[in-house]
Each structure stands twice: as structure tokens, then as C-alpha cells.
């Protein structure tokens, strides 16, 4: 019998104690099977490439929850519950240094979220290192929470805060962020967590589910991302900025001036739910979210109309964005 070779060598030993789930038979065939159990499979991909979503010095088990952390949070935008993921990872070595503290990581949220890893493909590259995964959610039959259902009246609603990871990657970078905080490592070191480490907001996917009338992850910034929103359903929006929630260093850092408000919305990477909420279903959203453990904070509302939102001051007047999100071209 011939030996194994390296590929397969190095998937036996980091990444086949991973697949847990019986339709993935322990990575030894070509694909694996994912049973619908009566749902609709909703399925989303995002890749991490080193150099534009983290730095090439991140350690890498922060590398691992974040490939698969930004997918889960697609699936909780939509209201579906993981089901599993395949990864597709292009090395430019096979160093166990790397290797073992990224398969542990991922092994461990896989665990946590229950989305077992079902697949994938190992590469070799010149360039950049790559990590794309894909992951599955299931969700009732025509369940799924879209962009485009969002209806004039309905608030807008954001989880958690924003901001805090495009704060962190100022950090990281020697910003005005770093010298602002030079004495204070906690507020620093939280900052670059959110950066480095996103939390998906999966125990909110069911009240998503149950009361959006349209959601999506805020991913490349809120402005942005709560303009796309809008473009599909066909209508505006209006938010008071001093509703954003934000974390205490970012209030401190607004208020100082270090940053203005705008690199606080067009910031990427905050990986929070973005949804429309009919006014009727806002307490009752607002409980279960309480019961998850996430906050929610209403920030303005869907307005009629195909202009870009409006993000109005403390007096009402129109902020002037030049920039509303990252992008990529």
C-alpha cells in the first residue's frame, strides 16, 4: 500500500478530529453529505486572506475563529442555525507551529457553535495565506430573514457595538487609536479582540428569525451595509448618530476627537446583526435578545423613498459621509 502523502498527512492529523459529524466520513471521500431534516439549507462563504483581514503577525487561533466566526455571523443575520462548514486553507508551508494552535481554535468553535467541519481542501501558495470557508445553516422552509423585506416604520436595530474593530485594527497599526491609549493596555487589548476575534451572534438567530422583517451582518461598515439593505428593499432610512451604541473607549475616543464618527460607521469588521424590526415586534425582539445575553439598540428608522440613509447629529442636522464602507476594488 503506498503512503499516505504529505496533504493527506497533515488533514489525518490536524483537521480529520474535527469532523464529527457521520456525513462527513472522516474526510476520506470526495464529499460529504448534509441532511436537510425538512429545512432549507442556507449556505454562505467568506474568505480571510492575510494582509487585508489580519495582519501577518496575528497569532494564529485568532486567525481560525475568525475565518469561521464571519460566516456564522451570515448565517445569524439570516435566522439559521449552524449546521456545519468546509474549509478550504492555501499554506505556504506546513508548519506544525501554525498549524496546531489554528486546528485547535477551530476545533473548538466548531464544538462551540455546533457547525462541525464537513470538508475541505488544503493548497500550497506562493502568496498570500488564504482561509475560505463555507459554511451551511439550516432554517424552516421560505424562513429565511432576506435584505429586501425591510418596510417604512420599521425600526433599525443594531446588536452589540460598533465600531470597536476598526478601532483595534488602529491599533494594531500604530494609529492615532495606539497613541491615544499608550497608558491604558485594557482598553487596547479590547479593542484589538474585537478586531481579531468577532463574536457571531448565532443564540439571536431564532428572534431574528421570528421579528426581523430584514437583516444582514454589519461587515464592511454600518453605513455601508445599512445602505445595501436598503437598495434591496427599496427604501431610505434616517439614524441618529448618538443612538449608535458604542463601547466606553469608543465614546471616549468620539468625544476626545481622536476619531470622528464616521470612521466609526464606515469601519469594517464589526460583525453585528443589522435588521428592520416592525415597531409591534420591538419589545418582544428586544426580550429575547435579553434572554440571549445580546443587546440591541434601536438607531432610526425606515423611512419611504430609494435615497442613501440619512445619519442626522444631536440637532438634527445631516452628517456628510465621504466614505460609507470598506471595499475590497
Same mark, same amino acid.
Given at each position: 500500500?503506498?503512503?499516505?502523502? $504529505?496533504? *493527506?498527512?497533515?488533514?489525518?492529523?490536524? &483537521?480529520?478530529?474535527?469532523?464529527t459529524d457521520p456525513g462527513a466520513f472522516d474526510l476520506g471521500d470526495d464529499a460529504a453529505i448534509l441532511k436537510a431534516l425538512g429545512?432549507?439549507?442556507?449556505?454562505?462563504?467568506?474568505?480571510?486572506?492575510?494582509g487585508v483581514h489580519f495582519l501577518p503577525d496575528d497569532p494564529p487561533d485568532t486567525i481560525a475563529r475568525k475565518a469561521l466566526g464571519v460566516n456564522l455571523s451570515d448565517l445569524a443575520a439570516k435566522g439559521a442555525s449552524p449546521a456545519g462548514c468546509v474549509l478550504t486553507l492555501a499554506l505556504r $508551508?506546513? *508548519?506544525?507551529?501554525?498549524?496546531?494552535? &489554528?486546528?485547535?481554535?477551530?476545533?473548538?468553535?466548531?464544538?462551540?457553535?455546533?457547525c462541525p467541519l464537513l470538508g475541505g481542501d488544503t493548497v500550497s501558495t506562493p502568496g498570500p495565506l488564504m482561509i475560505s470557508i463555507t459554511a451551511?445553516?439550516?432554517?424552516?422552509?421560505?424562513?429565511?430573514?432576506r435584505r429586501s423585506g425591510a418596510k417604512p416604520g420599521d425600526l433599525v436595530v443594531v446588536t452589540g457595538t460598533i465600531g470597536d474593530a476598526a478601532l483595534g485594527l488602529d491599533v494594531l497599526k500604530h494609529g492615532a487609536v495606539a497613541t491615544a491609549l499608550a497608558d491604558d493596555a485594557a482598553a487596547r487589548d479590547l479593542l484589538v479582540g474585537r478586531y481579531r476575534v468577532p463574536q457571531p451572534r448565532t443564540a439571536l438567530a431564532s428572534a431574528v428569525r421570528d421579528h426581523a422583517q430584514a437583516a444582514m451582518d454589519v461587515s464592511d461598515g454600518l453605513a455601508g451595509d445599512l445602505t445595501k439593505l436598503c437598495r434591496a428593499s427599496g427604501v431610505s432610512a434616517t439614524i441618529d448618530v448618538a443612538r449608535i451604541p458604542l463601547s466606553g473607549v469608543a465614546a471616549s475616543l468620539v468625544a476626545s476627537g481622536t476619531v470622528g464618527i464616521e470612521s466609526i460607521v464606515s469601519g469594517g469588521d464589526d460583525y453585528e446583526i443589522l435588521c428592520a424590526i416592525p415597531q409591534n415586534h420591538i419589545e418582544a425582539f428586544a426580550r429575547a435578545a435579553g434572554l440571549a445575553g445580546i443587546a440591541v439598540t434601536a438607531i432610526g428608522t425606515v423611512t419611504a423613498g430609494k435615497s442613501v440613509p440619512r445619519f442626522l447629529d444631536a440637532e438634527g442636522r445631516d452628517i456628510a459621509l465621504q466614505r460609507l464602507s470598506y471595499s475590497h476594488f
Open positions: 500500500m503506498a503512503s499516505a502523502s $504529505a496533504e *493527506d498527512s497533515l488533514i489525518a492529523r490536524y &483537521f480529520m478530529p474535527l469532523a429545512d432549507d439549507i442556507v449556505v454562505t462563504t467568506d474568505a480571510i486572506v492575510e $508551508a506546513a *508548519d506544525d507551529g501554525w498549524l496546531k494552535p &489554528f486546528a485547535q481554535a477551530l476545533g473548538e468553535d466548531t464544538a462551540r457553535f455546533g451551511f445553516g439550516r432554517v424552516g422552509a421560505g424562513r429565511m430573514v
